[in-house]
């Protein structure tokens, strides 16, 4: 594929822009440059991932994303389409131009199938309404990441989105039993069904979720939903370093005690979250926490299982274990863990939000080279995440002395060598986040040209005009 | 992509023959007809499905694999990949001649990480034998299909098999965290790793898992594995009629109570395997049964949600609730659902084993139609499976007293009159046996052309010379 560039593309004309009214209705077509530029940027965090679209569009249904996209290929205009903008990867950015496909008012619940489990959902639908409205039936969606409040299912599934649930619950694409996709030359097809399990022919539907757009356009889902887990119960345990955290972790799984999240923080992680939040756990002796907790629908398993990990934790040299079993102790160790990347941006806004993921026993290796790589390159790089899967949100903090120049040539020479030792250690650049904008140069350096190029030669296959998300994950 | 056709490709010669005996020794390599006859066909339940091979080879090593499959796109020569040849859907069979790569010299466990919790595997391992090894260190392969004991884990793979637990844990896909992949153009790729999380682009790993061999040879993989429950219980349950048994289904998950099997048996294939078994159980009040199965490592929490489906189970109305704790027990009534194949080649050999899949609520709309399409055709229908999943082995029996040719008739006219009603329903012809070369002309009448088209461009994007498995899923 020869690298993309805007000459190849044409550009979104008057003309082109009065074809999109007629197919959308004039009130869904946004050309206004003040408008539009609310469209121009996720939640990436660097400026210089931003760029313009020249139209934004509102579908309602998924003919009418069919139509826009038949449109595109016809012209050769970018189609970039949008959840939320809530990404962390520049995925719903319109790096080239052409015409975002904001998917938001295709919102609705389209069905809940009580007696199939299921609910069958528009691609804009706010992940947490799906999620409260299937509580008030006893039922849950599992497959949610940590940004439920804003994010859309769409963008889950683009992403295949993680979060803190993933140990007990897995990813998003455990859930999406089902797809319609508008494919990248203008058809609409359904992938899947309100079934758990089918090998009629490939399994087109996980080749899409995680594809970050660049496949089609998902409009529609089947969410597979469970029985409402009421009971929940967490543990804080602090630990002298981070190799006794970790070590416990696969001491609890491999005695299938199965805890819903099992949370690392760092030293540095912890001792500025819990400073900022004015907490008064005995933070400055734990060299690392683990946060675990646990859900079902029976509280009298839970307390068994919670009893036998404090006892697991105790025995493995834990210095202090927390039980919060109340909403409000819940609500407080949680704090701990959400206010981590909060208490960074008071410290320095600048910063680079990373992803890694690594097999879970190789974390107490990433610790001291982290500490390495922020001596070296002036930063300070807290790590926290999921310990439980391997997936560590290091985070690259500027020093608020440094000029953004320097900030901008340490952050490049810090994540390729930061990258280089999670590839070592067995690991992945990106674990729920995505590739993107911001990792697609890195991704190049480290991936298999065997791999890459299957991948391309399927974006090719499919999206022979290059339109559909181009210049994401791969050039 | 033009139909497959034999003349399309070249024949091993001797001069191809002493080539591949270069790469892998002449002791693996057979040419000679007698040796090679085993290799002819799998267990699908049709003389019509073999196809002699001109070769079969047993490579050693992932290289070698390479090797041939360079040469097999070099002198355009079929490639069939091998497991145990245990395959119900005609997938390891050379239809159109050309080379079979057995995979049974490849049998190794790599590595038992249990720190990570994962099994590294050559594809050609028995899935007992793995699950045997990791049962010994507390660990436990959910993944596995009711075939383990002669099964191997790159035909696991390769079809995405289930199997009777898949309500609880899932199918082989959700436990492959990585593989070694010999691409249709014979590169060695390594997609995933021990990594439970990973969006670093496509999700090829899970797009090769269930293509049944046709978008390269697995020859490695990492194995996801859990705490081994050790604890389990049964519960057998007679209803009057199949909508009782399956309107519980939904009871018992929505209430978080996630069993590890809901097998469902319809009244003519629990009449046929109780009186086959000389079994005591008063099946004949029976209209349907479900045989449900927990597991866990905690015997009290698998005692209390036995309460609570027993319970839930006569509040809506179940004739009686058997209940299996010791090993004995549990056997005698997986003996009922396990020997229903059996007890019906008994009464005729000839037979279709189908293995359609439905959103579960629609499983009470199959048993009328079955019995409907029973009588039309002059052929008996059992109806069993699993009902947690919507996966249904209905079956079709040929009356002894019917000749070979009525049979043949029948079976094609009754099967298209099947699947018609599957896709209905909101189902698919292959919940966990696949296409292969049994159901591929019947896909093709019922998949969307758009979805097929899809398929058919990443084989040709990744398989330029069509080599590889070619006619198999589709031509």
Redesign the interface.
């Known amino acids: 594929m020869a690298p993309v560039s805007d000459t190849q593309y044409a550009p979104v004309t008057p003309k082109i822009a009065e074809e999109l009214r007629g197919i959308l209705g004039s009130g869904n077509v946004l050309v206004d440059e003040e408008k539009i530029e609310a469209y121009s940027h996720d939640e990436t965090d660097a400026a210089e991932y931003g760029h313009m679209p020249e139209a934004v569009v509102f579908p309602l249904t998924a003919e009418q994303v069919a139509q826009v996209v038949k449109l595109a290929n016809r012209e050769r205009i970018p189609v970039t389409p949008r959840g939320a903008g809530s990404g962390l990867s520049g995925g719903a950015i319109p790096q080239l131009g052409g015409i975002v496909v904001s998917l938001e008012k295709m919102n609705r619940l389209l069905e809940l199938?009580?007696?199939?489990?299921?609910a069958v959902v528009e691609a804009g639908m706010v992940t947490n309404d799906l999620a409260q409205t299937v509580q008030d039936e006893?039922?849950f969606f599992a497959g949610y990441p940590m940004s439920l409040q804003t994010c859309v299912i769409g963008g889950n599934i683009a992403?295949?989105a993680?979060g803190g649930k993933?140990v007990k619950y897995?990813?998003t694409?455990?859930y999406v039993l089902g797809l319609e996709l508008v494919?990248p030359t203008g058809?609409?097809?359904?992938?899947g069904?309100?079934?758990?399990?089918?090998?009629?022919?490939?399994?087109?539907k996980?080749?899409v979720?995680?594809?970050e757009g660049t496949?089609g356009i998902v409009t529609k889902a089947i969410i597979k939903l469970?029985?409402?887990?009421a009971a929940k119960s967490d543990l804080l345990v602090l630990f002298k370093t981070p190799k006794e955290a970790i070590?416990l972790v696969?001491v609890i799984?491999?005695?299938?005690?199965?805890p819903t999240s099992i949370e690392f923080m760092d030293q540095l992680s912890i001792i500025t979250s819990c400073r900022y939040l004015n907490e008064s756990l005995p933070y400055e002796k734990a060299g690392a926490m683990l946060l675990i907790e646990l859900d079902?629908?029976?509280p009298?398993?839970i307390e068994?299982?919670l009893i036998d990990i404090g006892r697991l934790c105790e025995e493995k040299g834990a210095i202090e274990v927390y039980v919060a079993e109340d909403r409000n102790n819940i609500e407080r160790i949680w704090n701990v863990r959400r206010n981590i990347a909060e208490a960074f941006k008071v410290f320095s806004p600048v910063q680079s939000l990373e992803d890694i993921?690594?097999?879970?026993?190789r974390i107490p290796e990433i610790i001291p080279e982290l500490e390495k790589l922020g001596k070296k390159y002036r930063v300070q790089i807290p790590c926290y995440g999921?310990a439980?899967?391997?997936?560590l949100h290091a985070t690259l903090v500027k020093d608020p002395d440094m000029s953004m120049e320097e900030w901008k040539k340490n952050e490049v020479q810090c994540l390729e060598e930061l990258y280089e030792i999670t590839e070592k250690l067995?690991?992945?650049?990106?674990?729920?986040?995505?590739?993107g904008l911001k990792?697609k140069t890195f991704?190049k350096e480290l991936?298999?040209p065997?791999?890459?190029d299957?991948?391309k030669?399927?974006k090719?296959?499919?999206d022979p005009n290059n339109i559909m998300n181009p210049g994401k994950?791969?050039d």
Do not use: C
């Not at 799984?253 to 199965?258: A, D, F």
């Not at 993921?357 to 026993?361: A, I, K, L």
């Open positions: 199938d009580k007696e199939n489990m299921v006893g039922l992403e295949n993680g993933a897995g990813v694409g455990r494919t058809d609409i097809v359904n992938l069904g309100k079934l758990s399990k089918d090998v009629s022919g490939y399994d087109l996980s080749l979720v995680g594809s496949l469970i029985g409402y887990p070590d696969p799984l491999s005695k299938g005690l199965t079902g629908t029976n009298d398993q068994m299982d993921v690594v097999p879970p026993s999921h439980g899967d391997g997936n067995g690991g992945k650049i990106s674990g729920e986040h995505g590739i990792r991704l991936i298999d065997v791999e890459l299957l991948m030669a399927i090719r296959a499919w994950i791969f």
